[in-house]
């Protein structure tokens, strides 16, 4: 059974910086590349960023290119995402999802992010 | 970037109703289009992907048709487990772009 689950999420104040983690399991992590996608608080769906399966590619949306990093471990089965300077605007729950053919088939359940003083 | 344009925003509906969720692309897409559902508190769970497959284990009451700039969802028998928002995603070219979301509520 394929199962994504994120942590790392929490209440960080304007400037800060945090660390979200996707952990993987029921399929062959290193084979598949993955997207990040949030969902700010009553609304609709924001892509953030993508990687590879071998990290050789890497986008980001613009509102958070220069502050975000995404990154992955393909021996630990897991996808990071690196987040700073991170601003009022980027409270959201963080979804990781996996790609297949270019689509986002599995999703995990998600990790809040709060940014507040 | 592709802008994704979803009609409409909400609507209502009872059970057994034939329900049509619309997504326009600002340029072609060829088939490059999923719909995802999404209840309250829940992350997002795929239901058609190429624009007209549907995903195993969903229900055939959903279906999906389109291809270029034009595309649609459509429930052809409203079931209580139904009500939830729906959305697209178009994943031709990056920045992957949703639609603003459709919630489908009970009437």
């Known amino acids: 059974e394929v199962q994504l689950v994120e942590s790392g999420g929490g209440l960080v104040q304007p400037g800060g910086s945090l660390r979200l983690s996707c952990a993987a399991s029921g399929f062959t992590f290193s084979s598949y590349s993955m997207n990040w996608v949030r969902q700010a608080p009553g609304k609709g769906l924001e892509w953030v960023s993508y990687?590879?399966?071998?990290?050789?590619?890497?986008y980001y949306a613009d509102s958070v290119k220069g502050r975000f990093t995404i990154s992955r471990d393909n021996a630990k089965n897991s996808l990071y995402l690196q987040m700073n300077s991170l601003r009022d605007e980027d409270t959201a729950v963080y979804y990781c999802a996996r790609v297949i053919r270019k689509e986002s088939d599995y999703w995990g359940q998600g990790t809040l992010v709060t940014v507040s003083s | 970037d592709i802008q994704m344009t979803q009609s409409p925003s909400s609507l209502s509906a009872s059970v057994g109703d034939r329900v049509t969720i619309t997504c326009r692309a600002s340029q072609g897409i060829r088939n490059d289009l999923g719909w995802y559902q999404q209840k309250p508190g829940k992350a997002p769970k795929r239901l058609i992907y190429a624009a007209s497959s549907l995903q195993s284990g969903v229900p055939s009451r959903f279906s999906g048709s389109g291809s270029g700039t034009e595309f649609t969802l459509t429930i052809s028998s409203l079931q209580p487990e139904d009500f939830a928002t729906y959305y697209c995603l178009q994943h031709n070219s990056y920045p992957l772009t949703f639609g603003q979301g459709t919630k489908v509520e009970i009437k």
């Open positions: 990687i590879s399966s071998s990290s050789s590619t890497i």
